[in-house]
């Protein structure tokens, strides 16, 4: 190796046992490169070997478990469509069981063993009472041991790659445990100061290292496991709140001093209904945060239907007061034109230029817009992305909001700042339904936030309800008399793009079977889905917003912001397949007037664990924050619409649904930190720093994402 290195940045091909072309394997196969991208690379799990179960025991569809005996033969067995399968038979002092592989076939012919003792590790099924396992991670016990009194043995995941070259996770395990004994202490430079290490009584980095690979009981894998997911989350944000206070720094927005002529006009004449006391508090927030002369970056978080966009339009007037453009970005078409017409509608009468802006909006229509906003005749603009595209361009805009649904990246609202030449503009982010606190902290780690945490008065709990299709008959009863009474209904199908087809079928049979229970001429029936025209569904659409027609049967488009106060029914089909999320947004389409409403969730009776847990979630609460939570929970964080292109949910260790008081306490650090020292040029802070300067290194499109 050479000497001139830390060991832990020698590329991966000079390690002992890898050499150049395993060296390319871990490469293209991993992304390992060196050293440190190895031993950073943790196991996913421990062969506890003091734990095993017995055959006999074993019961069907339960989690993965390790059993330990003989591999009493093997055959390879040809398929009809010449894939051939190899299937194995195993035993223990209680019993039999069936392996079986589809992949890897050769190599596991070649490697597998014959009256040889196994650790094997996998989910058992039960046929006919025959158990059998299917694709069981397989061990040695000769091999499986690197100290003989080790508790744990780490198991790292590997490709059919990988395993071809022979790196499985037992090489794996070999080529690290020599590693970890060669390395020395002053190998691994500690990244925190030694005063978060007492607080937490956490490891040092180089304990840890060794820890997470071969801790000797519980207590060390815990201690490991914790210090990485703090130290994971610990730098993003730090990295986060950095980045704020760069942009404070860099960025100067002109300050918001007047209250005026716009703001109050509106506010004393002009408001439709006296503020909740949340919305109050949210715009003093705003006002106070706009009057300095430092960018406001600020996210407004509120459940469905808790009134976000009269605290835009109220701060929009702000900007007026002071000079300034306002706009407003919506992630669809739909959502855009609902926001123009009910801010137009508000404003009518005071005055104020206001413009709407999309990719539908084209040719002498568009100039027009474009020449008025340049000029400054366009006061607010509200659209979709179109308003971020180069020739938009602004005579002085101070102000942009940003209606997020999670679909904005951050790169996206970064190009809004650029739209004023001498001042950045202050910036309000609303997220369309409520995030997780821990989501929040890390997708928005750098914005300052507000929140309303109540429902404008007078609303009606939403009454939610599960029926199974044998209930159809007295639900299409209970929608007669609620049209009767004058209401409308939505109604609901899913569409998920891989069953495109068939969802649609889904849809059009539901709209020819409502036909006969509802026959025109007496009722009529809109039906809007994302196949067809923007016209078409625009017409569609405000044919039940004039209440032409009383149903309208949708797919989830429909789920974006649209506002029919008279609308009361929201029926579901084939709940099952929505997620949490999706089900609360489509109910916060009723709900919206004074009528009691009524989500009416229809299933099948096979629902999975899950989907059952996702309807009791949505029968149980109302409160976007709390499924929310559950969300978060059932789907984990890869799920997350919109927020994997960000790079800030790429975790190792940490679980943003599950480690949120590891998360509350890093931020905490990291906020301390960054307060008392924003250089990080303190003494006590030098391990900090010089590891924020080689992440910087590391991921050089971290500038990027913030
Ligand atoms: P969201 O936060 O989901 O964007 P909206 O801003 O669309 O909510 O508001 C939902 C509905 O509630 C709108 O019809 C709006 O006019 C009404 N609303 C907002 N604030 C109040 C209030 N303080 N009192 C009564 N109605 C309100
Ligand atoms: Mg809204």
């Known amino acids: 190796m050479p000497n001139h290195l830390n060991i832990l940045d020698t590329p991966i091909e000079y390690v002992k046992g890898i050499g150049p072309s395993r060296g390319e394997t871990f490469r293209k196969e991993l992304n390992i490169h060196t050293v440190r991208n190895l031993l950073y690379t943790f196991p996913f799990r421990y062969i506890d070997r003091t734990k095993f179960h017995l055959i006999k025991d074993v019961k069907a569809e339960g989690d993965n478990i390790q059993l330990k005996g003989t ?198 004449h002009k408001l439709p209904f006296e503020l909740t006391s949340a919305q109050k508090k949210v715009i003093k927030e705003i006002r106070a945060d706009m009057g300095k002369p430092v960018q406001m970056n600020r996210l407004l978080q509120g459940d469905v239907g808790s009134g976000k966009t009269i605290v835009a339009l109220l701060s929009m007037l702000i900007a007026l007061d002071n000079g300034f453009q306002s706009c407003l970005m919506a992630p669809t078409e739909i959502l855009a034109q609902q926001h123009f017409e009910s801010i137009s509608g508000l404003l009518q009468g005071m005055d104020i230029g206001i413009a709407f802006l999309s990719g539908s909006v084209k040719g002498k229509k568009r100039a027009a817009i474009l020449q008025d906003l340049k000029e ?79 429902l404008p008065p007078g609303r009606k709990e939403i009454k939610t309800i599960h029926k199974y299709e044998t209930a159809r008959p007295q639900l299409i009863q209970f929608l007669h008399s609620e049209i009767a009474k004058g209401r409308q209904i939505y109604i609901v199908y899913p569409l998920i793009e891989e069953s495109e087809k068939l969802d649609l079928k889904n849809l059009n049979d539901g709209y020819e079977r409502l036909l006969q229970y509802f026959p025109q001429p007496d009722f009529q029936i809109s039906v809007v889905h994302g196949r ?75 629902i999975s664990k899950e989907g059952r847990e996702r309807i009791h979630t949505m029968v149980r609460t109302n409160n976007g924050f709390e499924i929310a939570e559950v969300d978060l929970k059932l789907r984990g964080p890869g799920d997350i619409q919109g927020t994997q292109q960000s790079g800030l949910l790429d975790f190792k260790l940490l679980n943003i649904g599950t480690d949120r008081a590891i998360m509350d306490t890093a931020r905490n650090f990291a906020l301390h930190i960054i307060e008392d020292d924003p250089k990080l040029e303190k003494p006590r802070h030098e391990n900090i720093r010089q590891e924020v300067a080689r992440l910087k290194h590391q991921y050089k499109d971290w500038a990027r994402i913030s």
């Open 71 to 268: 591999l009493v033969s093997i055959e390879k067995i040809k398929g009809k469509t010449n894939r051939s399968r190899i299937t194995g038979i195993f035993k223990d002092s209680s019993g039999f069981l069936e392996l079986v592989w589809f992949q890897g076939v050769t190599w596991l012919e070649k490697s597998l063993k014959e009256g040889e003792e196994y650790i094997i590790y996998g989910k058992v099924n039960v046929f006919n009472g025959n158990k059998s396992m299917v694709h069981p991670e397989m061990e040695l016990v000769s091999e499986s041991a690197i100290h003989l009194t080790s508790t744990f043995d780490p198991v790292y995941s590997s490709t059919e790659k990988m395993d071809a070259k022979g790196l499985d996770s037992k090489t794996r395990r070999k080529i690290i445990n020599s590693l970890l004994v060669t390395i020395e202490e002053k190998d691994v430079p500690e990244t925190l100061p030694p005063y978060i290490l007492e607080k937490l009584k956490i490891g040092s980095a180089y304990n840890t290292l060794q820890w997470i690979h071969f801790p000797s009981n519980e207590r060390e894998k815990e201690l490991a496991v914790n210090r990485i997911k703090f130290e994971e989350f610990f730098f993003v944000q730090v990295r986060l709140l950095l980045s704020k206070i760069y942009r404070q720094y860099k960025y100067r927005s002109a300050p918001f001093a007047t209250i005026g002529h716009y703001f109050n006009t509106f506010y004393n």
């Open 376 to 454: 400054g005749k366009v006061n607010i603009i509200i659209g979709t992305h179109a308003l971020i595209e180069e020739h938009v361009v602004f005579k002085h805009l101070g102000f942009a909001v940003v209606d997020e649904q999670h679909r904005f990246g951050v790169a996206q609202r970064a190009s809004l700042w650029k739209k004023n030449d001498a001042l950045a503009p202050h910036i309000l982010v609303m997220t369309a339904t409520p995030i997780p606190r821990t989501l929040a902290m890390t997708l928005y780690g750098d914005l300052d936030v507000s929140v309303i945490d109540e």
């Open 532 to 606: 067809m025209k923007a016209a078409d569904k625009d017409w569609e659409m405000q044919r039940f917003i004039k209440k032409t027609t009383q149903i309208m049967v949708a797919t989830t488009v429909i789920e974006v912001g649209v506002n029919v106060p008279n609308a009361s029914v929201m029926v579901i089909e084939n709940t099952e397949r929505f997620g949490l999320s999706q089900l609360h947004q489509l109910r916060g389409r009723v709900g919206r007037g004074a009528d009691q409403s009524y989500c009416i969730l229809m299933t099948d009776y096979k």
